[in-house]
């Protein structure tokens, strides 16, 4: 089904299995793993590039450059933050600072954004093709309970609403077009860390295991179910 596919995030803890996952379920495939720094992968169909993230020009060659001999037939981006040494999970009000948003929007959201800029466009049209870009349970409004979580929740948010508007032009481009969102669960890594000892030992996978289950979600997608964001179950997550 993939014959040329662009993961962008490559070096992070679902981005790296995702390509080692997409590697060995297609192994006559191309596969361009994306990051800010070099990589490795042992894979021999797994092509790295190095790519600023903070120069639109770099998205912009790096985007012409994956796509030169063939259409992508699958984007994925794997790139987002909850929180780093500057940045903290909000509880209330009081917690909140410009800084922490603005970190948290441009990696969450206008990040993503500038690459559906650049690579939406270089999706095969001939074929079904898929952009898919890691999103979150906690950025639907709707499903909104618990409260807290300020600039995630609506930097994740904003960021389905990019997706379902990305999907409605797309739609007009190319009609085999499918742009999602991912919500792959609560994954064993440095984002989930802080907050492990909540969370259930089976409803805490491995990274390899999220793959394996987005990647499930992914082959049963249909160009009708675009502009959605679903879980790694394959459930829908509502807006």
Same mark, same amino acid.
């Given at each position: 089904?993939?014959?040329?596919? $662009? ?5 992070? #803890? ?9 590697a060995?379920?297609?192994?006559? @495939?191309?596969? =361009?793993?994306? &990051? ?7 894979? %021999?169909?797994?092509? =790295?590039?190095?790519?600023? +993230?903070?120069?639109e ?22 790139t987002? /933050?909850?929180?780093? %040494?500057r940045?903290?999970? !909000?509880? &209330?009000?009081? %917690? ?5 948003? %603005? ?6 959201? /206008? ?6 800029? =650049? ?10 093709? *898929?952009? #898919? @870009?890691?999103?979150?349970r ?8 618990l409260?807290?979580w +300020?600039? +995630?929740?609506?930097s994740? @948010?904003a ?6 508007? #990305? ?8 009609r085999?077009?499918?742009?999602v969102?991912? =919500?792959p669960?609560?994954? !064993? ?9 909540? /969370?259930? $030992? ?9 793959a394996?289950? *987005? ?20 459930? !829908? /997550?509502?807006?």
């Amino acid at each position: 089904m993939f014959k040329n596919i $662009a993961l962008i995030g490559s070096s992070g #803890a679902i981005g790296h299995a995702m390509v080692h996952r997409l590697a060995t379920s297609f192994p006559n @495939a191309q596969i =361009h793993a994306v &990051s800010r720094s070099q990589t490795v992968f042992d894979s %021999e169909n797994v092509l =790295h590039h190095v790519m600023n +993230y903070k120069n639109e020009n770099s998205l912009e060659e790096t985007a012409q450059k994956v796509s030169l001999n063939n259409g992508l037939d699958l984007i994925f981006l794997a790139t987002g /933050i909850l929180h780093n %040494e500057r940045v903290s999970p !909000e509880r &209330s009000l009081n %917690e909140i600072n410009s800084n922490s948003l %603005e970190e948290l929007f441009w990696t969450n959201t /206008i990040f993503p954004t500038l690459v559906a800029k =650049h690579f939406l466009p270089k999706l095969n049209k001939d074929t079904q093709s *898929i952009f #898919a @870009a890691l999103s979150a349970r906690v950025g639907s409004i709707s499903d909104n309970r618990l409260g807290g979580w +300020y600039g +995630y929740r609506a930097s994740k @948010a904003a960021l389905n609403m990019i997706l379902k508007t #990305a999907s409605i032009e797309m739609k007009r481009k190319n009609r085999n077009a499918i742009v999602v969102g991912i =919500h792959p669960g609560t994954v !064993e890594s440095p984002l989930s860390k802080p907050f492990k000892n909540n /969370i259930p $030992a089976q409803k805490l996978f491995t990274p390899e295991l999220s793959a394996e289950k *987005i990647l499930q979600v992914l082959l049963k997608l249909t160009p009708q179910q675009t502009g959605r964001c679903f879980a790694w179950d394959g459930t !829908e /997550i509502e807006p």
